[in-house]
């Protein structure tokens, strides 16, 4: 299950469908507009299947945060290339399955990807 932030923009999540890629978000689908706290939404992560979480808050990319169950995206792009990169990351090849996304916390930034995962204490990092 791919998980939005609240603080995706309305424009970009309006990107993401017409690309046919299917989502959740805070505050809309899922949980309620307030759950700005993090522990309320690791909470309900926890409980899902999985899923795959993306923000735009850069509280998120914690090393402490990895965990089994789910992967933390924080995006670190300018608004307008949200959607895009959003995309570009479910479609890359070391990416695109949920099993390869899960027990990392990652932050997408122009032109690397950097991310912890659960086992691993040293960070890692990609050119894209």
Known sequence: MII?????TRDQTEQLQQWRIHFRQIGFQIGRPEWDDQ???LRYLHKTNRATFFTRDFDFYLPELCHDNYCLVVIA???????TNI?????????KTKAQRCGKVIKLSPGKIAWWETGNRSQQHLIW
């Open 4 to 8: 939005l932030d609240h603080n995706i």
């Open 77 to 83: 792009f300018p608004t307008l290339e949200t959607a």
């Open 39 to 41: 522990q309320e939404i």
């Open 87 to 95: 995309r570009k990351l479910l479609r890359h090849q070391q990416f």
